[in-house]
């Protein structure tokens, strides 16, 4: 089964930058995405792109300061984050959706899940 480990979370300022990268443990085809859980809230969805990289998709919260991309070469998904904002404060998920063909934004369509890295922007 293939493992995902994510990195890349830390404290940053308002309006600062940063860039989680996730792992997988072997070649996927999957749709991989980033998830995040903000203290007291339930889990949302935040971004996701296909195996081709063709279809990508934005919550509208990040829509603009956030990129996806990812490097099928190294099994690896980034998520570039700019002028962060506080309520950008939570742990960050990446998952992937291993039912190959779609490219959904339905975290309950992800059936493998990292274990996550915090992110806090704070002054």
């Known amino acids: 089964q293939v493992q995902l480990v994510e990195s890349g979370g830390g404290l940053v300022q308002p309006g600062g930058s940063l860039r989680l990268s996730c792992v997988a443990s072997?070649?996927?085809?999957?749709?991989l995405g980033w998830f995040r859980q903000a203290p007291g809230k339930e889990r949302e969805f935040v971004a996701v792109?296909?195996?081709?990289?063709?279809?990508?998709y934005y919550a509208d919260s990040v829509k603009g300061r956030f990129a996806i991309s990812r490097d099928n070469a190294k099994s690896t998904v980034y998520l570039q984050m700019n002028s962060l904002k506080l309520e950008d404060t939570a742990v960050y998920y990446c998952?992937?959706?291993?039912?190959?063909?779609?490219?959904?934004?339905?975290?309950?369509?992800?059936?493998?899940w990292g274990q996550g890295t915090r992110v806090s922007v704070s002054s």
């Open positions: 072997e070649p996927t085809y999957a749709t």
């Open positions: 998952a992937a959706d291993t039912k190959i063909g779609r490219t959904t934004v339905d975290l309950s369509d992800y059936n493998l």
């Open positions: 792109i296909s195996w081709s990289t063709i279809l990508s």
